[in-house]
């Protein structure tokens, strides 16, 4: 037995590469549009130039050198917006335009008060910027503002800004004012029908805003924190539960238009988070792919709302929130069925036939063995992407994650549903709602009971002080080349 070097080297450096980015050309381009974005505005020199010079080989190599435009672009484009943006090293007094996106809740240790988060518009250009108000009468959120006060910077293209004068723009709209409403509108819905522990949990679920400290430590602790945090895990449930109904109901054609006005009024409730656009870019194009009656492909979803999100805010790259869904939903993709295949020679797989032949108790052990295969190879694949981008940007990585990881999803999954048919039967029959609720409730408390109280023998983490930036980028495509060797067998001569 002997390899055949020659014939190896090419097809796993050419055609192997080439025939997986002939299947996802979006992807291609959301990373390059990420690549070119993120050297300008991120890297430090000189790996802002050594990185996209060795993308750009690397699109060489792949004979796609019209790509290497698309990052020059991504570079220029973020220039143009962001080139001048202000260094500061103390605060500044002066009058600027601040446009509202979001208004929420902010709870520190000492006091309450209200976070005003949008754009503030300078000489310069436009920038992230937040207001902390802590007053009695805290402005509407209903239009811009022509603010006067002291601007600081907090990080690289994020400020803060304390007003003395707020004064009304007219002629100009936000929706974050009726968002915060309807959203604390729904925290006291749920705070009559379900206990304050619940309600608030719950409450975080649905609404993507966390202000329980002890709610976000809990979950912090257990490396759970992407469960408290919209994404496309929520947006399948309600896609789930939303068609599962309408079946009933709806022919095809009408089914899907009726969910992509639920994804769009739940994308407005919600507002523009990372996680949440990407999520609702993917769940529009799937629908609309759906409804034109094609067969999208998961990675070329993922790169198609990496790039909508980079050109509408090529600052998104540098937000972790982006960071961690996009490679969640990367490592899924690529690594989830392989590793769901190397678990089968301890989980087998069985047919239809086999599972038939077994007993009652032995069906149920089986499907109980199917679980735990999926899950086990969801974790596995997720966590061998973000687990170097842990360890970066909070320098630990908390091993009950990976144990929790295993069933918490699931059970969440569960009680999200029951709260949507809650929610339903509270308005199309009213007297199942309380027992529903009920229910909710129960499995609820008893889900936030294991988070609570974690066993204390296996409350480890694997702390580093110190992950060198340029090692991220080169484990992400080493892995990458990997997840192309594993799908293809080694040609081997015997």
Not at 28 to 35: A, K, N, Y
Not at 398 to 405: A, K, R
């Amino acid at each position: 037995m002997h390899f055949n070097i020659h014939t190896l080297f090419s097809r796993f450096s050419s055609s192997s590469h080439q025939a997986f980015w002939r299947e996802n050309p979006a992807l291609l381009v959301g990373l390059s549009l990420t690549w070119g974005a993120s050297s300008f505005l991120f890297w430090q020199t000189p790996w802002n130039y050594i990185f996209i010079l060795l993308w750009s080989i690397y699109l060489l190599f792949l004979r796609k050198t019209t790509f290497i435009l698309i990052i020059a672009f991504s570079f220029c484009y973020s220039w143009m917006l962001y080139g001048k943006a202000p260094i500061l090293t103390s605060a500044v007094q002066t009058t600027a335009l601040f446009s509202i996106d979001s208004l929420q809740a902010h709870h520190s240790p000492f006091q309450k008060g209200l976070v005003y988060k949008g754009t503030i518009y300078l000489k310069e250009g436009a920038f992230p910027c937040s207001i902390y108000y802590r007053g009695k009468e805290p402005p509407k959120a209903v239009h811009d503002y022509v603010v006067q006060g002291k601007l600081q910077q907090r990080g690289p293209y994020d400020y803060i800004f304390a007003p003395k004068k707020w004064k009304g723009k007219e002629k100009s709209r936000s929706l974050a004012q009726v968002r915060y409403e309807t959203k604390e509108a729904v925290r006291k819905f749920l705070h009559k029908k379900l206990s304050s522990r619940s309600a608030k949990f719950l409450g975080s679920l649905i609404t993507g805003d966390v202000e329980d400290r002890q709610l976000r430590y809990e979950f912090g602790r257990l490396g759970l924190q992407h469960i408290l945090a919209v994404s496309g895990f929520h947006f399948g449930i309600l896609i789930a539960f939303c068609a599962f109904i309408l079946n009933f109901f709806l022919p095809r054609f009408w089914k899907y238009i009726v969910l992509m006005i639920a994804i769009h009024i739940y994308f407005f409730f919600i507002g523009p988070l990372p996680a949440v656009a990407r999520s609702w870019f993917a769940a529009e194009l799937y629908l609309t792919a759906k409804l034109l009656k094609r067969q999208p492909t998961g990675l070329n979803l993922l790169g198609c709302a990496m790039a909508l999100e980079v050109c509408f805010n090529p600052l998104i790259c540098g937000n972790i929130g982006f960071q961690l869904s996009f490679l969640s939903c990367g490592g899924i993709l690529l690594f989830h069925s392989f590793f769901e295949k190397k678990l089968r020679s301890y989980l087998p797989k069985r047919n239809a036939e086999e599972i038939g032949e077994l007993n009652y108790l032995s069906k149920h052990a089986y499907f109980f063995s199917c679980f735990l295969r999926q899950s086990i190879s969801l974790t596995l694949a997720v966590n061998c992407f973000i687990g170097p981008l842990l360890l970066y940007h909070f320098h630990q990585f908390p091993l009950l994650g990976l144990f929790y990881n295993l069933f918490f999803p699931s059970f969440v999954g569960v009680v999200l549903s029951l709260l949507l048919l809650s929610l339903s039967s509270q308005l199309f029959f009213t007297p199942l709602s309380s027992y529903l609720f009920s229910l909710t409730d129960w499995t609820t408390t008893h889900l936030l009971d294991l988070a609570s109280h974690p066993p204390s023998k296996l409350d480890y983490s694997i702390l580093m002080s110190h992950l060198p930036v340029w090692s991220i980028p080169l484990y992400l495509f080493l892995l990458f080349c990997l997840s192309l060797r594993v799908k293809e067998p080694l040609l081997i001569d015997e």
